[in-house]
């Protein structure tokens, strides 16, 4: 139940409790919450506060509440705000309100919520980095139209990315397409983890095209390694 | 900078009282998994530097034989940080292994998008340890959120039996050892143990230069009680890494009253939501460092932080804010203080934020040394020369692992 | 079999359980650590009590004269107990002061009356800086002022303009292991900031808190009377950390009630400390295997019906080596401890006979 319904009231109650279920059936779902003194020592703490209509206070309140409605306004509208930094693990009861919205994203990830595909619009290339390579950013994403508040300097470093890569004396370092150099029985391996977890799924239920993309680069890798019992 | 008035605050810290932690000490626990069967302890090596963490509790940090587990964005954007960590170590004549064996920790990606879970993250972190385990060296993380990471991923594992079996069955598909190091030690905390050796070796007079300090929420804020705390450096009430190599270094090191806060990073605000983070990064830390400290220089020892900070200046500049502070990590602070090459080692040129008034005031002659950066460019682009090595930079010859 | 009740602790709740216990008519041993009577309120020197702002050391005066210099009353100052053996009914502690001498008394039945100690806030898990800060102080710092009758910054000597409290340090706090509420934080705090407002009647006085806990005579006498009367500033939300900010202290929370991120420069910031169990609660409750509660406070496993019988036949507790006590709670349970302890000498007695 909830005090005041008023957004999302086209959404069945049913589906909003299957999604809370599904938080609280995350095994650190328990060692995330207790209740809440309502003290606010998270907020003070808290970066995204100061920036965005944005509470970790009211995300543990609510999900100390059990209010399933408000719990679902949150996942849809708050949580993508959150900077993940942890300040908020400071709360005198326990409460960890940044990992509780590890939890909440995991869940809008894997019901593939609009608020998951809005929030990963324009980070696929990033999803395809670190899953495909094994290191999340690499020296030629470097680009100025990515990076246009940065300067000119973006252009600098590369208009020279190859010339000053070859002059990084560790030997591992002198990559450009990934931050270093990563063994291909390691990528392999990674790949593997990525199958034997779920996470391939995930990916399937906020974004196809980056599914379909990464599925064809792992396929014929993972079978010439011999991990075809996935 | 205020001072802290010792006669009243020191009168304090002699009533204090022992008393028990709060927390359970998580590596007993792993030890007791270990007996169990279930995984190896990777023990620390020796020789090793015992330093205190939050609540009074003892860490080992070892010296040599360390497996650098790199970060993505300081090998990718900010490469003259990790060169730095290498640099020393060569320095100190220590013998290390830079692994190909190595993928990300995959958090900042984690922490972005959650298009991962708890079983592949700490997979992802098992596979990394046993890595480490078969080429016989101790990890060392570079980054402060794969570091903040790892233990939450130790805390669920040793909290969970379910996810440790399930991780367990993945690493012994992929042929690997299931091994869990006895500590998870961030380099800041070997440089925190080793500042003295660097004090020994200093070739600059930092005494003019001031410096603030930006402490990583994902190395004190995860986990909190693995962190490092020293009475003599803030009363012990705050993490000690970074301000105390800086003092140890001769430099100041000024207060300011953001100092708690994050960077404004936010993991995936850096890269799709960067006005949340430019706003944060100029108007709640450098803005305010200036204000009240106008330092020389920011120092930080995380990969986010040094990012975030530096890059958010430009439009900070554009817009009139009171900006202009460089950054580094207290790594490449520490290799400049013993000589090393600013543009070769410590790779300024990769930083946004204008140094070279600061590398003046350290006394470094950025003129020529980045004449001599540009003599080795280009003999780089005339095919004279494919790499510059560690011959090149004055650094000792060292038995490596793979970097060898 | 002995006759005599030994209380462990001079604080009022051992002067008040030996008090009572003589003017029952039975034999007393008292032992102090220290070489007063007093306990925690004179050692830390408290200035007035809640709720009429009486003299504390009037009060305890009072407390000591109903137990020097009676016949019932044996007094060990500077004495602690080191062993003890044996049953309700008969036990024989050994005592010893400074010097070294021990002294074995037989008793029959043991009163235990050692204590709290207050929360170091060097050791919080909020970033307030008692270790960093001069003018970041505790209510025991903030009374031995008041009890001077001043109430300034301790880094300049200067009248403070703006004066915070800050609740529940080291009190309802899961990250340092004492979840509990330590009951008189409440009451004190407010009682202090009327005294700042007299002192000082320019400065601003705030209290940051999660819950007033003011039940009784502190409604009455002293929480309506700081808001109405005193214009204390009661705002709901705890801070979250205390930086220093030129020589001024910056406080930063949020302001629950206006749903406000609040950041306010102060001269003085008073931490509310709560209680722990003293050192001396501790150690007597190991030497006779007394059971503590996870917080170490020795355990009173028949609450509420009964508030002072421990775990162990024969021992009883008094006032807050039992946790968490106003001075109310104190004195009562002084009075029942006392009677029970009679209570069961004389039927030993009768058993015996």
Redesign the interface.
């Known amino acids: 139940m909830t005090l005041a319904p008023n957004s999302y009231t086209e959404i069945p109650y049913e589906e909003k409790k299957r999604l809370f279920d599904e938080m609280r059936a995350d095994p650190r779902y328990q060692d995330h919450l207790y209740g809440c003194y309502e003290c606010g020592i998270c907020v003070a703490a808290c970066p995204s506060a100061r920036f965005y209509d944005f509470s970790p206070r009211k995300i543990a309140q609510a999900l100390a509440r059990q209010d399933v409605e408000l719990i679902y306004e949150q996942l849809n509208d708050d949580i993508w705000n959150c900077s993940q930094c942890f300040s908020c693990t400071r709360c005198p009861r326990g409460n960890n309100p940044g990992g509780l919205i590890t939890v909440m994203r995991e869940v809008a990830v894997n019901n593939g919520l609009g608020s998951a595909r809005d929030a990963l619009e324009g980070y696929g290339r990033v999803v395809y980095k670190i899953m495909g390579t094994g290191t999340q950013v690499s020296p030629d994403m470097l680009q100025p139209n990515a990076f246009p508040d940065w300067g000119p300097h973006v252009k600098e470093i590369s208009d020279h990315l190859d010339v000053w890569r070859r002059a990084l004396p560790p030997e591992t370092l002198h990559t450009t397409t990934t931050a270093w150099q990563v063994d291909d029985r390691t990528i392999t391996e990674l790949y593997f983890i990525w199958h034997a977890t779920g996470v391939m799924e995930m990916i399937e239920e906020v974004d196809e095209g980056l599914y379909e993309i990464l599925n064809d680069v792992m396929e014929d890798v993972l079978e010439d390694a011999g991990f075809d019992d996935l | 900078m205020s001072k802290i008035p010792l006669p009243i605050v020191q009168e304090r810290r002699e009533r204090q009282r022992p008393a028990t932690p709060p927390t359970e000490d998580i590596r007993e626990k792993v030890f007791e998994i270990e007996d169990a069967g279930e995984w190896t302890v990777h023990r620390v090596p020796e020789p090793y530097t015992e330093v205190t963490t939050k609540y009074g509790r003892t860490k080992k940090i070892p010296h040599q034989g360390l497996w650098h587990h790199k970060s993505c964005g300081q090998c990718g954007h900010i490469p003259g940080y990790s060169t730095a960590i290498f640099w020393l170590m060569r320095k100190l004549g220590f013998e290390y292994d830079d692994p190909k064996d190595q993928t990300s920790c995959t958090a900042w990606n984690y922490y972005a998008s959650a298009t991962s879970n708890s079983a592949a993250q700490a997979a992802v972190a098992m596979r990394n340890f046993g890595a480490a385990y078969e080429s016989e060296h101790f990890p060392l993380i570079h980054c402060g959120t794969s570091y903040g990471h790892y233990k939450d991923v130790r805390e669920e594992l040793v909290a969970h039996p379910h996810l440790r079996a399930k991780v367990r069955s993945i690493l012994d598909k992929l042929g690997r050892p299931f091994v869990m190091p006895e500590e998870i030690v961030h380099y800041s905390e070997w440089v925190y143990a080793m500042r003295h050796e660097f004090a020994a070796r200093q070739v600059l007079d930092l005494s003019e230069i001031t410096a603030t300090v930006h402490p990583a929420c994902h190395y004190h804020k995860l986990v909190v009680e693995d962190a490092i705390y020293d009475p003599d450096i803030y009363g012990g009430q705050r993490t000690a890494v970074v301000t105390a190599v800086a003092q140890a270094l001769g430099a100041e090191v000024a207060d300011y009253s953001t100092w708690f806060d994050c960077c404004g990073f936010g993991f995936r605000h850096i890269l799709v939501q960067r006005d949340f983070t430019r706003s944060f990064a100029t108007q709640r830390k450098i803005e305010v460092m200036v204000d009240e400290a106008n330092p020389d220089v920011v120092l930080t020892h995380d990969t986010g932080c040094v990012t975030t900070l530096d890059q958010s200046q430009f439009s900070g500049k554009a817009h009139g804010r009171k900006v202009g502070v460089p950054v580094m990590s207290e790594a490449q602070f520490a290799a400049l203080a013993m000589g090393a090459h600013p543009y070769k080692v410590c790779q300024l040129h990769w930083h946004n934020t204008e140094n070279r008034p600061l590398l003046e005031k350290m006394g470094i002659d950025w003129k020529e040394r980045w004449r001599e950066f540009e003599d080795e460019l280009k003999q780089l682009e005339s095919g004279e020369k494919e790499y510059v090595t560690w011959d090149d930079v004055d650094a000792e010859p060292v038995a490596t692992g793979s970097d060898s | 079999m002995s006759d005599a009740v030994l209380v462990i602790g001079g604080g009022p709740a051992g002067m008040e359980a030996a008090r009572s216990v003589a003017d029952l008519g039975s034999r007393v041993v008292m032992v102090e650590k220290r070489d007063r009577l007093g306990g925690t309120p004179d050692e830390a020197g408290y200035a007035a009590l809640t709720p009429s702002f009486e003299s504390a050391e009037e009060a305890l005066d009072r407390m000591r004269a109903g137990v020097v210099d009676r016949p019932e009353v044996t007094l060990h100052l500077g004495s602690t107990v080191v062993e003890a053996s044996g049953e309700a009914g008969s036990f024989s502690v050994t005592l010893q002061n400074a010097k070294g001498e021990r002294v074995t008394e037989e008793v029959g039945a043991v009163i235990l009356a050692t204590g709290f ?1 207050h929360f ?1 806030p ?2 919080e ?3 307030y ?6 003018d970041v102080i505790t209510l025991v710092d903030a009374e031995k002022m008041l009890k001077a009758h001043e109430f300034v910054r ?2 300049t000597g200067e009248k403070p303009r703006n004066v915070a409290f800050i609740q ?1 340090v080291g009190s ?6 004492n979840e509990y509420c330590s009951k008189v934080c409440c009451g004190i705090s407010s009682k202090q900031a009327i005294e700042v407002r007299r002192l000082v009647p320019d400065a601003k006085v705030y209290i940051f808190y ?1 819950d007033m806990r003011m039940y009784g005579y502190w409604e009455n006498q002293i929480y309506w009377p700081a808001q109405e009367e005193y214009n204390v500033n009661y705002i ?6 205390v ?5 001024r202290l ?1 406080m ?5 009630t206006m ?1 406000r ?2 950041e306010v420069l102060m001269d003085v910031i008073v931490l509310a400390v709560g209680m722990e169990p003293s ?1 001396g609660t501790r150690s007597i409750a190991s030497i006779f295997g007394v059971p503590q509660n996870k917080y170490g406070f020795i355990e009173v496993p028949g609450e509420p019906m009964d508030a002072v019988t421990t775990g162990v036949s024969g021992i009883y507790v008094a006032g807050a080596a039992a946790g968490p006590k106003d001075l109310e709670d104190t004195v009562s349970m002084a009075g029942a401890a006392a009677v029970k302890a009679v209570g069961l000498l004389r039927a030993k007695a009768k058993g015996a006979a």
């Not at chain 3, 309802?172 to 292991?177: F, K, P």
């Not at chain 3, 709901?236 to 950390?241: D, L, N, P, S, Y």
């Not at chain 3, 930086?243 to 020589?247: A, E, M, R, T």
């Open positions: 100690q170091d060097g050791r898990t909020q970033m800086g008692y270790y960093e800060h001069e301790p880094s529940c309802r706090d899961r990250r340092i292991g999660i709901r939300g705890i801070v979250t950390e930086v220093k900010k030129g020589d910056l930063k929370g949020e302001d629950t749903g991120p609040m050192l």
